[in-house]
């Protein structure tokens, strides 16, 4: 018996946005699927349930596959797919495999010989950093920047040094209730010529992507509390 594929399924970034997202070829590859790998059991039975499949949601099966997920748990995870069933792998958010545990499970995938098919989606890091016009060339994503104020700090210089030394966007994001904070960290200790970018909810209705100078920002001129975002700094 050969083995099962695995497919990459992304989710929506924003609430009620599936219509105007997620494209049809995201619809057939759950279609094909035996079962679902998913950061969130809760999320991904109401994202699927919303797509209106015409699938019965408790007949599904649900294999939890998150930060907590060990090498041993996704060797567990992966012996039906070895046995001929096709795996799909959802993330609490965007794209499975970017900035996300399921990221793991592939890797250990491809070192059975068991095909692993990515399907175009909303991707916030990507977006973003489209709309940015920061340089597309050169990138790099740090994901969250540390809790201790005078860490984060420290990052954001680091960071806005390693962007002027390699002609490098530099992209990252913290927890929504955090925003703020890192916003006004931000402004306080990055130069005055560098570039930022904020993307706050992107492809959602409060979406706004906006690129300025650090000098030309000012804490408060656009509400980040609690809102999805992402942060783009480029210092040349």
């Known amino acids: 018996m050969s083995a099962g594929k695995v497919y990459l399924i ?6 009620n946005t599936q219509e105007e997202v997620i494209p049809n070829q995201i619809r057939q590859a759950i279609l ?7 950061e969130s059991v809760r999320t991904a039975r109401r994202y699927i349930s919303s797509l209106k499949l015409g699938l019965v949601i408790e007949d599904l099966k649900f294999e939890l596959l998150d930060k907590n997920t060990s090498f041993e748990d996704c060797i567990d995870l992966i ?24 990221a793991r499970l592939v890797h250990i995938a491809h070192q059975f010989g068991i095909e ?6 909303p991707s916030s890091i990507l977006l973003a950093l489209m709309a940015s016009g920061m340089n597309g060339q050169s990138f790099a994503f ?18 806005e040094k390693e962007s002027k030394e390699k002609d490098q966007t530099q992209i990252f994001m913290d927890t929504p209730y955090r ?4 916003l006004s960290d931000i402004l306080k200790v990055a130069r005055k010529d560098t570039f930022l970018c904020v993307a706050r909810d992107v492809t959602g209705q409060k979406e706004i992507v906006l690129t300025k100078s650090v000098s030309k920002w000012k804490v408060g001129e656009i509400d980040l509390n609690k809102v999805p975002t992402i942060f ?5």
């Open 179 to 182: 925003n703020e904070q890192l």
């Open 10 to 15: 992304p989710n929506v970034i924003s609430e």
């Open 116 to 121: 692993c098919q990515p399907i175009v989606g």
């Open 32 to 38: 094909a699927c035996d079962m679902f790998l998913v």
């Open 79 to 102: 012996q039906p797919i070895l046995e001929g069933k096709n795996a799909g792998i959802i993330s609490e958010s965007g794209c499975p495999g970017i900035a996300d545990p399921g």
């Open 232 to 236: 783009l700094m480029y210092s040349n």
């Open 142 to 159: 740090h994901g969250y920047l540390p809790i201790d104020k005078k860490e984060r700090q420290q990052k954001i210089r680091a960071l």
